[in-house]
């Protein structure tokens, strides 16, 4: 089938149906046309045209779902790097993939790191196209915050040369008059100039305890800072996460 041809209204609403059926909780549409070349990077000349990204997001409600594992050597450099929730999101992805590719277009799963392999370099951010996806508005701690949820929200997309009917941003202004974040990141990195991502990932270097940007939780798994998002007076704070908790 001739992508150009695809019935999209019918499109997205397949897509869409993802949401509380996978594990996907929310799923809204961002305008391709939004992210130039520069943002598009390796992806846009080896993808072709992107005209769509489909944004997938999944509510954090247990502290499990954000520890990181890895296959060795640091997290960073691992070819086997995740979050539980982010494993799980994933799936949701490549099940909206499958559901554009039925109908002849094309469809990616951005920042796939699937079998050893990464896709190309780009630097499309899934915060942007949450925030022109309406799933919610850009905070002063540099996360997405959704109007019930807060911070508590994990983002993944897929990305498609299928023209879907965007979804609009939300009129949200969660931080007027709120400082909390900022008053409460233990490594000084956010103001209201933004974030200081070094400050943020040496911080773990040099501390210890609960509020370290990354606390070892076993050989390869860590859980990050997340004092900013705790500080949010939006959505419900899940409990810290307790190592140990259980044993005799």
Request: proline fraction near 7%.
């Amino acid at each position: 089938m001739n992508c150009d041809r695809t019935d999209t209204d019918n499109l997205a609403r397949g897509i869409k149906s993802l949401a509380g059926a996978s594990t996907a909780d929310l799923i809204g549409i961002a305008p391709g046309e939004a992210f130039g070349a520069e943002e598009a990077g390796e992806l846009g000349a080896q993808f072709g045209p992107i005209r769509s990204v489909i944004v997938l997001a999944q509510r954090i409600v247990d502290p499990v779902q954000v520890v990181r594992f890895h296959a060795g050597g640091s997290y960073g450099d691992s070819r086997v790097a995740a979050s539980f929730c982010d494993a799980l999101l994933r799936d949701a992805c490549w099940r909206a993939v499958e559901i554009v590719r039925d109908t002849g277009c094309c469809a990616a799963v951005l920042r796939n790191q699937r079998y050893g392999v990464d896709d190309p370099r780009h630097n499309i951010s899934y915060k942007k196209a949450g925030v022109l996806a309406g799933l919610g508005a850009f905070g002063k701690s540099q996360l997405l915050i959704h109007p019930q949820w807060g911070p508590w929200i994990w983002l993944r997309a897929v990305v498609t040369d299928a023209w879907l009917p965007p979804d609009a941003p939300i009129d949200f202004s969660p931080c007027t008059g709120c400082d909390r974040c900022l008053d409460a990141c233990p490594a000084g990195a956010l103001s209201e100039s933004g974030f200081n991502r070094q400050a943020c990932e040496s911080y773990g270097v040099q501390a210890g305890g609960p509020a370290a940007s990354a606390v070892r939780i076993s050989p390869l798994g860590q859980i990050n800072c997340d004092e900013c998002l705790r500080a949010c007076p939006i959505g419900t704070v899940p409990p810290r996460l307790v190592i140990g908790e259980g044993k005799p």
